[in-house]
């Protein structure tokens, strides 16, 4: 008989009420994969969709990321007992996700800490923002000291790690939120300029003289695509990289009459973290972790809640009013 632990589920698709706590089978790993005893993990906003039945691909035990110990791993890639992050790899998506109690994890999308002293709880909110905002301003930018960045979302999990990473690496960063009173929280991060976002931002900035960007970040989504684009100058990149805005896609799509020439523009999404095109290894995790620990960057989770709290833990994502990174701990 197999061993048995403890999941939290989606029975069915709808509110957080959906998200049940069952046992179990305890997964077994194979070689090229390691047995992670989760400790925490970050919650995010494709888990609301993958709940509601909004995501191309789920599992019913979700969770794209968790921080835990390494509880066993075939090939010996990995120490037993290690600190590690599980980070996409099919997690919460086309296998078992980070909301079980134990969960397998190919070795590649496993990032072992050699030296940590933050605490479970903040080291959950670390993996899935800062690969995916350091993959997407260095990887696909190819963001260098002096350019001009806007991050449109500036005060999302993504868009904050973003800031952190552009402006330690020299950027001059323009970031978007739709609250003014963070403006000053924002230019606080190291931001040159806070601006409102909304809708005709391209033309608002350029009406008051300012320069198109050498590259910017949609993390808004489709509903600023088009715009996003207008506002990078010819040459530089446009990345999309969220959907804060929805997911419902550009309507009445022409390329050939509403694209601007000569701008770059790419897609990332996070899933294709650990793939060879997009390796776990070139992210520095572990110096992300280090500079954080010692007071160079706020990256603590904005609400941390217990395992048996997941309710709340979705009624506050659901809100998009965390202002922060969401962690549930065991």
């Not at 005893?37 to 039945?53: L, Y």
């Not at 684009?229 to 010819?234: E, F, G, L, N, P």
């Amino acid at each position: 008989m197999s061993e048995k632990m403890n999941a939290i589920v989606i029975s069915s698709f709808g509110g957080p009420e959906v998200l049940t706590y069952q046992s179990v089978a305890k997964p077994v790993p194979v070689p090229g994969e390691a047995l992670i005893h989760v400790r925490a993990f970050g919650v995010n906003h494709a888990e609301m969709h993958m709940r509601k039945g909004e995501w191309d691909e789920w599992n019913p035990i979700t969770g794209l990321e968790c921080v835990g110990t390494v509880e066993a791993c075939p090939g010996g890639e990995l120490r037993v007992g290690a600190k590690v992050a599980g980070v996409m790899g099919g997690l919460g998506r086309n296998r078992p996700g980070g909301y079980g109690e134990f969960v397998t994890v190919p070795v590649t999308n496993v990032i072992q800490f050699e030296d940590t002293s933050l605490p479970w709880e903040e080291l959950a909110a670390l993996p899935e923002v800062y690969c995916t905002a350091w993959s997407c301003l260095f990887t696909i930018l190819d963001l260098r000291p002096g350019e001009t960045l806007l991050v449109r979302g500036a005060t999302s999990t993504i868009g904050q790690a973003a800031l952190n990473l552009a402006v330690d690496s020299g950027a001059i960063v323009t970031a978007t939120t739709r609250r003014e009173e963070r403006f000053e929280w924002l230019r606080g991060l190291g931001a040159a300029d806070a601006v409102l976002e909304e809708s005709d931002l391209d033309r608002r900035l350029l009406e008051q003289g300012r320069r198109r960007f050498d590259k910017t970040l949609n993390l808004v989504g489709n509903r600023v695509l088009l715009e996003s684009i207008r506002i990078t100058r010819v040459g530089g990149r446009m990345l999309q990289a969220g959907w804060l805005g929805g997911l419902a896609p550009v309507e009445d799509f022409n390329p050939m009459v509403q694209m601007e020439s000569g701008v770059h523009f790419s897609l990332f999404h996070s899933k294709v973290l650990g793939t060879p095109d997009f390796s776990l290894s070139e992210i520095p995790l572990q110096d992300i972790a280090r500079k954080i620990e010692k007071g160079a960057w706020d990256a603590k989770p904005a609400k941390v809640f217990v395992y048996k709290d997941i309710h709340n833990a979705h009624r506050m994502l659901d809100s998009h009013d965390a202002g922060g990174k969401i962690v549930v701990k065991h």
